[in-house]
T-cell receptor
Framework: AQSVTQLDSQVPVFEEAPVELRCNYSSSVSVYLFWYVQYPNQGLQLLLKYLSGSTLVKGINGFEAEFNKSQTSFHLRKPSVHISDTAEYFCAVTEVDNDMRFGAGTRLTVKP | DTEVTQTPKHLVMGMTNKKSLKCEQHMGHRAMYWYKQKAKKPPELMFVYSYEKLSINESVPSRFSPECPNSSLLNLHLHALQPEDSALYLC????????????FGPGTRLTVL
């Protein structure tokens, strides 16, 4: 069964700085990868997804991620963060006919 | 309409109460999910209804009982809950199983006294 590891539980960063949130997965078959964002006391909102095709995926709010099959990674990046990007970010993976598995989450805190 | 709605937003109940959480989507999705999320943790899958067929996470206690009256509605019936069941309960839907993105509702914040 698939699994996903988010390597950083907390990432503090200053406003307008670049950020990378790391995600690695393990699976023996083809996978589908997602990044979700959760603001306090809210549900999860999809930032971006990789199903097939181009390995560089662009999402909402200026985020992008790159699927790297050889390194089994799907890291999330943003070139310049805003205070409003402060939230919990979850990487998720699924295989065909399998349930979605979430990573433990990364708390991104953007400081002024 | 690309929204999943959940009611109520907040619920406080005693350990002897019976209550229900409701979830609704009008996107024509045929898979709906219940997740439990504790503070600072990822969502944990409880139940899946896919084409109105139920799949259960074996670790979920029987005091949680899902119901899918039709393809747009999903209920979670609660009975004799414990304080450790206090959490954010999230509903989600997807168009065709997990390989497509899941759309999440805002959640119900449940407190069991």
């Amino acid at each position: 069964a698939q699994s996903v590891t988010q390597l950083d539980s907390q990432v503090p960063v200053f406003e307008e700085a670049p950020v990378e949130l790391r995600c690695n997965y393990s699976s023996s078959v083809s996978v589908y990868l997602f990044w979700y964002v959760q603001y306090p006391n809210q549900g999860l909102q999809l930032l971006l997804k990789y199903l097939s095709g181009s390995t560089l995926v662009k999402g909402i709010n200026g985020f992008e991620a790159e699927f790297n099959k050889s390194q089994t990674s799907f890291h999330l990046r943003k070139p310049s963060v805003h205070i409003s990007d402060t939230a919990e970010y979850f990487c998720a993976v699924t295989e065909v006919d399998n349930d979605m598995r979430f990573g433990a989450g990364t708390r991104l805190t953007v400081k002024p | 309409d690309t929204e999943v709605t959940q009611t109520p937003k907040h619920l406080v109940m005693g350990m002897t109460n019976k209550k229900s959480l409701k979830c609704e989507q009008h996107m024509g999705h045929r898979a709906m999910y219940w997740y439990k999320q504790k503070a600072k943790k990822p969502p944990e899958l409880m139940f899946v209804y896919s084409y109105e067929k139920l799949s259960i996470n074996e670790s979920v206690p029987s005091r949680f009982s899902p119901e899918c009256p039709n393809s747009s509605l999903l209920n979670l019936h609660l009975h004799a809950l414990q304080p450790e069941d206090s959490a954010l309960y999230l509903c989600a839907s997807s168009s065709q199983g997990s390989i497509y993105e899941q759309f999440f509702g805002p959640g119900t914040r449940l407190t069991v006294l």
